[in-house]
């Protein structure tokens, strides 16, 4: 099993729907949690970063986090065209570990 | 000028070759990380490094090496090429003040091995 399991889609939906995007990981020892968008021929660009659990807004996007089962989400409210992406989970440990772990990331279309 | 530059930005080449790729860094951080991403495998680590003097391996560093330079600059070799290899590669950077800071990517070398 792969500690973190993202669903790689596509996911289709229509010009001003919420979108949901989720991740689950099995090692409890994941601190941090990341969403990266990634534009086709681009590096992954940072959109939400988090801690605790919890949620946490950025304009339409939100983030929650929920450790106890081990279940992270994004949520993209008024979706627009320009959200069409992959969009990757990421998590780490602390204590001075580095290095990302990665979802496969899922593939989001959004239909004008 | 982007903050995380690689070059080149797509190399072609054959089975065998030693091969480099280069990452400069204008943000000033201290740690730089090496990932290659594959279709349905999602980014993985190879290599990173906390500072110059320090250089880690990460999940999948066999077949790689890599050099610090000066804080900002992190290059990643290929010393024979294989076919299996073939991926996109990508360098990131974060902040190490603190533990908890996000890492950012720069756009990535698309490498094909013949």
């Known amino acids: 099993q792969k500690e973190v399991e993202q669903d790689p889609g596509p996911l289709s939906v229509p010009e001003g729907a919420i979108v949901s995007l989720n991740c689950t990981y099995s090692?409890?020892?994941?601190?941090?949690f990341m969403w990266y968008r990634q534009y086709s021929r681009k590096g992954p660009e940072l959109l939400m970063y988090t801690y605790s659990s919890g949620n946490k807004e950025d304009g339409r996007f939100t983030a929650q986090v929920d450790k106890s089962s081990k279940y992270i989400s994004l949520f993209i409210r008024d979706s627009q065209p320009s959200d069409s992406a992959t969009y990757l989970c990421a998590m780490r440990m602390g204590g001075g570990a580095d290095g990302l772990t990665f979802g496969k990331g899922t593939h989001l279309i959004i239909q004008p | 000028d982007a903050d995380v530059t690689q070059t080149p930005r797509n190399r072609i080449t054959k089975t065998g070759k030693r091969i480099m790729l280069e990452c400069s860094q204008t943000k000033g951080h201290d740690r730089m990380y090496w990932y290659r991403q594959d279709p349905g495998l999602g980014l993985r680590l190879i290599y990173y490094s906390f500072d110059v003097k320090d250089i880690n391996k990460g999940e999948i560093s066999d077949g790689y090496s890599v050099s610090r330079q000066a804080q900002a600059k992190f290059s990643l070799s290929l010393e024979s090429a294989i076919p299996n290899q073939t991926a996109l590669y990508f360098c990131?950077?974060?902040?190490?003040?603190?533990?908890?800071?996000?890492?950012?990517f720069g756009d990535g070398t698309r490498l094909s091995i013949l």
């Open positions: 990131a950077t974060s902040r190490g003040d603190f533990d908890s800071q996000p890492q950012h």
């Open positions: 090692n409890s020892a994941f601190q941090y």
